[in-house]
């Protein structure tokens, strides 16, 4: 077990360097293809948090191996001469030390995360269940899914007290609507907003938005991992409000609504 608990906490650490690397890469990417289309930057994004997983899961796996996997490594540099390296090894001793606090502090925290999500899961798949639907908007919504190539039923459910839609589920997908909206907006601009949640159902969105919530969890700690997944999220409204503006033929209705 203090094998264990060494090799993920030398993996937390060391990510902190490896996150900032990719951030800054993505960031760097972003920037340069920041007149392409949403697509592109949306897949050097999902890439970049793909990577925030898979560096540091193959490093434990490394250690895990490693008869020496209680050891930092090379974190500070050996190398380093004099005082430097006098720093080098007091920082190292010290993260060894409290190692076994820092793999506690991460695991109570990625505990509450993942908790929430649970909770979050579980009050839609409640609501999906136990909330009325509308007859008339199931129609049209079943409408709009033909047109964009969603075979699957697609169910609609109003909500009282939501903010805005909310898509969810991939097998039997849903679309929570604000029951305000249905008597409160104009009926041309609702079904534009359905539009563009069927997009997301078109393009399994909420499999990727479930992966980004189980990075998110596990590497809560560092700012690039909300920075990736918050473009990400940026990008993938971009795409299906292209995808719903393409479908319905008005930009402005939709831009409107």
């Known amino acids: 077990s203090a094998h264990l608990v060494a090799s993920i906490g030398w993996t937390l650490i ?19 293809m920041r007149k392409t289309r949403a697509e592109h930057r949306y897949t050097v994004a ?15 796996v490394l250690r895990l191996q490693d008869a020496g996997a209680s050891q930092s490594g090379i974190l500070f540099g050996a190398a380093a001469p004099g005082a430097s390296l006098a720093q080098g090894l007091f920082w190292e001793t010290l993260l060894r030390d409290h190692i076994a606090w820092i793999v506690a502090c991460w695991a109570a925290c990625a505990l509450a995360l993942a908790l929430r999500m649970a909770l979050g899961l579980a009050w839609i798949r409640r609501a999906a269940a136990s909330e009325r639907g509308d007859a008339i908007w199931q129609a049209r919504l079943d409408r709009l899914a033909s047109q964009c190539g969603v075979e699957r039923p697609v169910r609609l459910r109003l909500v009282n007290g939501l903010a805005s839609p909310v898509t969810a589920g991939w097998w039997r997908p849903v679309v929570l609507v604000p029951a305000s909206l249905v008597t409160g907006m104009p009926a041309h601009l609702l079904e534009a907003l359905l539009a563009h949640e069927v997009a997301h159902i078109r393009r399994h969105d909420y499999l990727v938005n479930l992966a980004q919530n189980v990075v998110e969890t ?3 700690y560092h700012p690039a991992v909300w920075w990736i997944s918050g473009r990400i999220r940026t990008e993938r409204e971009h795409i ?13 209705r939709l831009a409107l609504a």
Do not use: K, S, Y
């Not at 060391?14 to 340069?32: E, N, P, R, S, T």
């Not at 299906?240 to 930009?251: F, V």
């Open 240 to 252: 299906a409000d292209d995808i719903a503006a393409r479908q319905l033929g008005e930009p402005r």
């Open 46 to 60: 999902c890439t970049g948090l793909f990577l925030c997983l898979a560096l540091p899961a193959a490093g434990l």
């Open 218 to 220: 596990l590497l809560f």
């Open 14 to 32: 060391h990510f902190l360097w490896q996150g900032a690397l990719i951030g800054g890469a993505v960031a760097l990417a972003l920037f340069a």
